[in-house]
Nanobody, 122 residues
Framework: QVQLVESGGGLVQAGGSLKLSCAAS????????MGWFRQAPGKEREFVAF????????YYADSVKGRFTISRDSAKKTVYLQMNSLKPEDTAVYYC???????????????WGQGTQVTVSS
């Protein structure tokens, strides 16, 4: 079992920044990595970013490229999502998730956190 706990969400003005954290505990996959997803009201949960456990591979959704950065601290078993130049359309509940292989597909992720709300005001 893998337990994931997100933190760092909140209310920020457009153009501002937030940094989300996801602390993992329990077993860790020997491969794969961690992803961030988000879900806005009335919309499907969508992929945001992925990082491999080794840190050598990262993927981003086109909508966040150049603004968001995913990183990890292996010693702390924590993954981060630095979000800059935030826009009102970034408003959503953000979830971290763990997968056994590198993937951007929601259904491939086995473990999910409870989510943290990010609200960007215009």
């Amino acid at each position: 079992q893998v337990q994931l706990v997100e933190s760092g969400g909140g209310l920020v003005q457009a153009g501002g920044s937030l940094k989300l954290s996801c602390a993992a505990s329990g077993r860790r996959f020997s491969s794969g990595g961690m992803g961030w997803f988000r879900q806005a009201p009335g919309k499907e949960r969508e992929f945001v970013a992925f990082i491999s456990w080794s840190g050598t591979s990262t993927y981003y959704a086109d909508s966040v490229k150049g603004r968001f950065t995913i990183s990890r601290d292996s010693a702390k078993k924590t993954v981060y999502l630095q979000m800059n130049s935030l826009k009102p359309e970034d408003t959503a509940v953000y979830y971290c998730a763990a997968a056994r292989f590198a993937t951007t597909t929601r259904g491939d992720y086995e473990y999910w956190g409870q989510g943290t709300q990010v609200t960007v005001s215009s």
